[in-house]
């Protein structure tokens, strides 16, 4: 779908129909007062408070259908020119309008707004004719809205609905609204018994629940893997770190605000960490280093913590706690071409194993005005920022260049992919950077005996392995392939009285395999059992009744498909290994 703000027809039709919301609403709630009613990319909202009155999802229907009765009544819509004084004066009694206007520049701002039948509101406009041109819409949800955004203002009520001009359009767009409901991965993630979050924990935080923390083992072994054979040694570093390190590397002046609160204890200063560069650069210092250690590939599957802001909070997607797949690789300048090569082919080689194909490659650099944020050292970021450009270049890389996107020590690459719900987002990254190393004074030896500071590539290939969890729910609606289910299959007798023997002779055979396997013995009907075992997107579920446990064989479903096979035990443990030991998708 076309995004609607920029869509100037659709554009206009979604501000006329947040006009038509507001009056649908003043009708039923005749004290209700307003602050804005925006366009948005995929509709509009608009933020009324409506006092002691709360309104909920079933409230929605009886909105729309006074919005239905206002359309088709086919009010015209005018627009109205004021000046500051006159609207100070018409919406006296309004102090939202009061504070909106109040902070207009008179000799700038011609003050508009649009009149239809009772009711008037500021806009800027444009607006439709008449309300009788706003009649595919629908409102979509309810929540709550900071006046102003601000935690310390008064809570408001915020209304998001979204319009088309034809029904076809509507529907297609609130089916794949639908179709998002059922790929988001906070959905799944409770469905499938992944992931819980509660407040008493803490918003931000969440917990893997065993079937969760399966998927985790996976991914965690299976990028471990990967990078072993590439010559990659694991660490384990602590969650937090004294301010001091964070100053060194000089993340406390830029990052601080996205840091949880210092602890101070015994005269000293810990934060808990939100990235890991300063602890892999202190494991580096501890050992004197000739050039012909080089490179040094240090990785981790490290918890970090940072403080998102409560309305950027999404499940696993984006936590106030999260676990990257990092690594930091040392190395000398001669290496950087080859050691970025190697990154990009592990990326590439890691999204061919889960079928990620869309996606887009930016080469995010500083924003040269920006004295701020970024380490003051022009020589350095053209150094860098060069380097990355002409590696990109000769490995015929596709991509577009972000300025501002940058690390504040260095240039990266992300590779943004776009998922099934909502905005593209970055999943790996490889970062150039001749900053940190020279912070922390590390040292190696080079061929001629003289010390030389070692260039760093910081690297996530996974990402953070919460996130990657979340797209590849999403991506496969909770079907996960074999490799990364919880439970590969799902054992069902016919009969528990006659088959449950053969069930659990089976089940011990299948663990013993290494398979992860489970038991339905309920007292339940057998087509029970298996719709259960749909909606637990269990790959493969075995059926075993008379024949198979006379013949010693087993009869299977695979997800997704309604026909059944039959093998014998030893080729059926045959089949489900090498499907797991090849990843199938």
């Known amino acids: 779908m076309k995004e609607i703000k920029n869509d100037e027809k659709l554009n206009m039709l979604n501000h006329s129909c947040a006009h038509l919301l507001a009056h649908a609403v003043k009708h039923l709630y005749p004290h209700a007062k307003y602050w804005v009613g925006p366009v948005i990319d995929e509709g509009f909202y608009y933020d009324i408070d409506l006092g002691d009155v709360t309104l909920t999802e079933e409230d929605l229907p009886n909105i729309e259908k006074e919005m239905k009765k206002i359309s088709k009544s086919d009010k015209l ?4 020119e004021l000046s500051k004084e006159e609207a100070l004066d018409m919406f006296k009694d309004d102090e939202y309008k009061q504070d909106l206007i109040s902070r207009m520049d008179e000799n700038d701002t011609v003050i508009s707004a649009y009149k239809q039948d009772d009711f008037i509101d500021l806009c800027r406009g444009p607006h439709v004719e ?11 949800k309810v929540s709550g809205a900071y006046w102003k955004g601000d935690a310390k203002n008064k809570m408001l009520q915020r209304i998001y609905g979204v319009a088309y001009d034809n029904e076809e359009d509507l529907n297609e767009y609130l089916h794949e609204l639908e179709e998002a409901k059922e790929r988001d991965h906070r959905k799944i993630g409770k469905d499938l018994g992944i992931f819980m979050s509660d407040d008493l924990v803490g918003r931000g935080l969440p917990m893997f629940l065993p079937n969760g923390y399966i998927i985790w083992e996976e991914l965690e072994n299976y990028i471990k893997g990967k990078e072993r054979k590439l010559g990659y040694q694991h660490v384990l570093t602590p969650c937090v770190g004294t301010v001091d390190l964070y100053k060194t590397s ?25 990235m890991n560069c300063p602890h892999h650069m202190m494991i580096y210092s501890n050992t004197l280093h000739s050039y012909k250690d080089l490179p040094i590939r240090i990785g981790e599957i490290a918890h970090d913590f940072r403080f998102e802001a409560s309305g950027a909070v999404k499940g696993i997607e984006r936590g106030r706690h999260f676990c990257q797949n990092d690594a930091h690789l040392f190395v000398t300048p001669e290496q950087i071409k080859d050691e970025f090569k190697s990154v990009v082919d592990l990326i590439f080689d890691v999204y ?7 996606y887009r490659c930016v080469l995010s650099l500083r924003d040269p005005e920006d004295k701020e944020k970024y380490h003051p050292d022009d020589e350095m970021w053209n150094k860098a920022e060069n380097e990355l450009r002409e590696v990109l270049n000769e490995l015929g890389i596709e991509y577009t260049e972000e300025i501002g996107e940058a690390a504040f020590y260095g240039p990266k690459l992300d590779v943004n992919v776009k998922p099934a719900v909502g905005n593209e987002y970055t999943l790996s990254t490889c970062q150039l950077d001749f900053c940190l190393p020279a912070k922390f004074d590390l040292k190696y030896i080079d061929k001629n005996g003289e ?7 910081h690297r996530a290939i996974l990402g953070s392995l919460d996130r990657f969890m979340a797209y590849i729910l999403e991506e496969t609606k909770g079907a996960l392939p074999l490799w990364l289910s919880p439970v590969q299959v799902n054992i069902i007798p016919v009969n528990n009285e006659y088959h449950l023997e053969y069930a659990h002779e ?4 299948l663990e013993k395999e290494g398979i992860r396997v489970k038991l339905d013995d309920r007292e339940e009907k057998l087509s029970y059992k298996m719709r259960e075992s749909v909606v637990s997107k269990i790959p493969y579920a075995l059926i075993l009744g ?40």
């Open 77 to 80: 819509i005018k627009r109205i």
């Open 130 to 140: 008449s309300t009788k041109k706003i009649k595919y819409f629908k409102l979509l």
């Open 250 to 274: 000089g993340h406390w002046d830029h990052y601080k605000d996205n840091m949880f609160p210092a602890m101070e204890l015994e005269g000293e200063s810990f934060v808990l960490r939100p």
């Open 352 to 358: 061919k194993d889960f079928n990620i194909t869309d």
């Open 451 to 457: 010390k030389k500071t070692p260039v760093v590539l």
């Open 506 to 509: 089976i089940f011990d055979m």
């Open 546 to 585: 008379d024949k198979e446990r006379d013949d010693k064989s087993i009869s299977y479903r695979c997800y997704g498909s309604n026909d059944t096979s039959n093998l014998s035990q030893k080729d059926f443990v045959k089949l489900v290994k090498k499907e797991i030991e090849q990843k199938h998708k």
